[in-house]
């Protein structure tokens, strides 16, 4: 039987799968830019969206562009992560990351396309969604994907690594560049559904929660975890200097802070009274994952 995860992540590839047919001038273009949006990815962002809304009576197929256009944003974030000027890594989701296939200017040109796309993508008019609604869908996209979003938490990560560091500074890197487009998924699914802005906040804070134990548990896997389970080289945040919350508190205290974030963002949700299993599925693949 399929797990939540598993059905969403089939209709997300389904729909990812045709939205750059490698043909025209441009073609390898394209090509780069699906080969790595089609890897084996989790899926677990644009599930989260979907998620969100089906909460509320959305229909799945009514979501899917929403949910692609947060997986092309996290797409090109590795994309770019991976590239010499950044992380300098050669294996990503479990092949060679982009610019060892493709080459440097052409990995950072697909990574540009997938930001510019999926953009494109959340503007094209949603069924059911008020143009209101849509524009906070945008808004969210940008606000947690840009300069104090994923991107400033990105840089501040690369201004720090090799250095000493605060535990302080390891909770800004992680809120910012891994937990608010997280957080986003929550909210951009939120916005399919006509609801109180208690309940938006209460969706935004469960997000914020899970976004930050995923990189708590991201953390423990890169120093538990193998290479071949992860689909990325293991051990690099330790070999680089990375600030990292086992470095600071040990891997166990950094499961155990992990479980306490959830159980915050669990209790966002109770005190407006919104229950949903699909989040509860996908939440508790977040802290048990194993990659």
Do not use: W
């Not at 979907?50 to 899917?64: C, Q």
């Not at 092949?95 to 950072?108: C, D, R």
């Not at 910012?176 to 309940?199: M, N, P, S, W």
């Not at 969706?203 to 120093?223: H, K, N, P, T, W």
Request: overall charge negative; some cysteine; glycine content about 8%.
């Amino acid at each position: 039987m399929q797990t939540y995860l598993e059905a969403c992540k089939e209709e997300v590839n389904a729909y990812l799968s045709r939205l750059f047919e490698p043909t025209g001038l441009h073609a390898r273009l394209k090509e780069a830019m699906t080969y790595s949006l089609m890897a084996a990815g989790k899926r677990l962002r644009p599930a989260l969206v979907i998620a969100t809304a089906e909460t509320f009576g959305v229909a799945r197929r009514l979501v899917l562009p929403a949910a692609a256009a947060v997986e092309l944003i996290h797409c090109y974030s590795l994309i770019h992560d991976d590239l010499p000027c950044m992380d300098d890594d050669d294996l990503r989701r479990g092949q060679p990351t982009n610019h060892v296939v493709f080459g440097e200017a052409m990995a950072l040109l697909a990574g540009d396309a997938l930001l510019t796309e999926a953009f494109h993508l959340l503007a094209r008019p949603l069924a059911g969604v008020p143009a209101e609604r849509q524009l906070a869908m945008i808004r969210a996209l940008a606000s947690r994907a840009g300069v104090d979003g994923m991107v400033g938490g990105q840089a501040v990560d690369i201004e720090r690594t090799g250095g000493q560091g605060t535990l302080q500074d390891v909770e800004f890197i992680h809120l910012h560049k891994t937990a608010r487009l997280i957080q986003a998924c929550v909210e951009i699914g939120g916005y399919f559904a006509d609801l109180d802005d208690e309940v938006r906040a209460a969706l935004s804070r469960y997000g914020e929660c899970l976004g930050l134990a995923f990189q708590m548990i991201d953390d423990v896997l890169d120093v538990t975890a193998s290479t071949e389970q992860l689909g990325k080289t293991a051990g690099k945040d330790v070999e680089e200097g990375k600030l990292t919350y086992p470095r600071f508190v040990g891997v166990e205290r950094t499961r155990q802070m992990a479980r306490e974030v959830i159980r915050h963002g669990e209790q966002a949700l109770a005190d407006v009274g919104v229950k949903s299993e699909p989040l509860a599925s996908l939440q508790s693949l977040i802290v048990d994952r194993d990659r």
